[in-house]
């Protein structure tokens, strides 16, 4: 007993040490999530300007969203393919809304070889290897995929033509932070394409529709679904859908965007086919993504003072099992009883890890499994085993129960489906109570620095949407579904409203 109070007081003592060094939400949000992707292994700064180093825990939970994404990519006949990384700049040049959306965003490659400096230590670029043509680092790949696609397509039989590519894109931004905005990020960009209008539109929202179910069903993260404003659509596109997220401090997330292109790039890169009435047209296109921005979404939405909170369904490890020490007889005892529930979890496909190292105390593990956010910790010790129960921790609540020896497999499962739905329904609550109908432009500009989702009438024009942002750096996030449209008036500009839009700060 005195042994099981001690590790107690000592878990208490590290906790509190630590937790001083984490920055809690309510003083700075944004230190807190800065502190918490370093602090929990997620990520870290780069040497290279503006990009991000993924650590191994970080790019496990990736690499879950990665395979549960192409799994539903592919139910749709979706299929994977590679493009380069390096774009002719004449591409980018084609699509005259696209080539300025991204102009100044472009990493560009002048050079294709370094000299040795003879007057000076290092390399030098060599001012001869100066290409004929320069290339662009891939910020999207509309360009070069319809480039290759005219090679692919000229029969309405090659169509539709439906592709996605998992890689990195470059865009050089200046206010850079972990996983939320980065020069350089890993995403997927799928580009379709297809021989009538209609199809391409079905599937822009078919994307869109599969996104808000990955996050909603696996990220456990509430989104509102809708369609952007001219201003704020992808370059190059007729309308942009997207899937909007509400952080813990009432800010807004883009989380997905999917793209109808209409004919734009069919018509830049002359990209034709043979219809069924054997006459020429222009193929219609798509293109949708989603990036490691869903990281930050996960860890903003989700996570508390104490570290990550992580959705089972994407954790690396759902369930940690620690052992308390004793006598050498005592930690064999619980080495054994331990072995036959981690196969029992694993057959029921949960992963589980038991850490029985020395060379951690136990309060340290407690600690560094909290921060990291493991779903379910099962704590046992020879008293345990002596009364057959086991201690069980769930990371969501931080509640603690003991509970029987048998059938805790089978409890721990159950557990695991309970956490998932609890995580999106506490998200779910928060977000729900922080959107409110607003008619009042006084009230709005006084309410909206402290966050949340303000739905507001409308005029439909760029003047009225600049002066918002200018006003109150917030911005028209979408006109969202599911919501109803009645008539009203524009609380800017007095004028009949074409919708009701979602409008808040973003990151």
């Known amino acids: 007993m005195y042994l099981c109070t001690q590790i107690k007081v000592n878990y208490i003592k590290f906790m509190a040490k630590e937790l001083d060094f984490l920055t809690k939400r309510s003083e700075d949000y944004s230190r807190w999530y800065n502190e918490l992707v370093v602090k929990a292994d997620l990520a870290e700064q780069s040497d290279v300007r503006g990009c991000m180093v993924i650590k191994p825990y970080g790019y496990a939970i990736w690499e879950k969203m990665q395979r549960l994404l192409d799994d539903r990519f592919k139910e ?196 034709q086919f043979l219809n069924k009435e054997n006459q020429a047209e222009y193929a219609w296109a798509t293109s949708w993504g989603v990036s490691t921005r869903l990281m930050g979404a996960l860890i903003m939405t989700h996570s508390d003072d104490n570290g990550l909170v992580l959705p089972p369904r994407l954790a690396p490890t759902q369930v940690v099992i620690i052992p308390i020490g004793g006598k050498p007889e005592q930690v064999a005892a619980v080495d054994a009883a331990v072995a036959p529930i981690m196969e029992q979890l694993k057959q029921m496909g949960i992963s589980v890890k038991y850490d029985n190292a020395d060379n951690r105390r136990p309060g340290f593990k407690f600690a560094d499994y909290e921060l990291k956010g493991v779903p379910v910790r099962l704590v046992l010790g020879a008293r345990d085993l002596e009364n057959g129960t086991v201690e069980v921790m769930r990371r969501d609540t931080l509640e603690k129960e003991t509970r029987p020896l048998e059938g805790i497999a089978e409890y721990v499962r159950q557990l695991l489906d309970d956490i998932q739905q609890n995580i999106y329904q506490k998200a779910k609550t928060y977000r729900d109570a922080h959107i409110y109908e607003c008619d009042n432009y006084d009230e709005f500009k006084a309410r909206v620095k402290d966050g949340g989702f303000f739905l507001c009438h409308w005029d439909g024009t760029a003047e009225t949407e600049a002066k918002i942002k200018e006003d109150t750096q917030a911005t028209i996030r979408c006109v969202p579904f599911g919501f109803e449209q009645t008539p009203g008036v524009d609380m800017v500009s007095g004028k009949p409203s074409v919708a009701r839009v979602l409008i808040a700060r973003s990151y």
Request: glycine share 6%.
């Open 76 to 271: 749709t006949g979706v299929q994977n393919a590679y493009f380069p990384l390096l774009i002719p700049k004449s591409f980018l040049s084609r699509e005259a809304e696209h080539v300025e959306g991204f102009a100044k965003e472009c990493a560009v490659v002048t050079h294709y070889r370094l000299k040795t400096n003879d007057t000076h230590d290092g390399v030098v670029v060599d001012p001869a290897a100066r290409l004929e043509e320069e290339l662009i680092i891939r910020p999207t790949s509309e360009t070069i995929i319809w480039n290759t696609f005219k090679n692919w397509i000229h029969s309405y039989r090659d169509l539709p033509l439906v592709v996605n590519q998992w890689c990195n894109v470059m865009r050089w931004e200046m206010r850079t932070r972990l996983f939320l905005r980065t020069s350089e990020f890993l995403w997927q960009e799928g580009h379709t394409a297809h021989a009538t209008r209609e199809e391409a539109e079905e599937r822009a929202k078919m994307m869109l529709k599969v996104y808000a179910d990955f996050a909603e069903q696996v990220m456990a993260v509430p989104v509102v679904q809708g369609v952007k404003s001219e201003t704020e659509r992808f370059a190059g596109a007729l309308d942009t859908y997207t899937i909007e997220a509400m952080m813990q401090d009432g800010k807004a997330l883009q989380s997905g965007t999917s793209h109808f292109l209409g004919q734009n790039f069919g018509r830049a890169f002359d990209v």
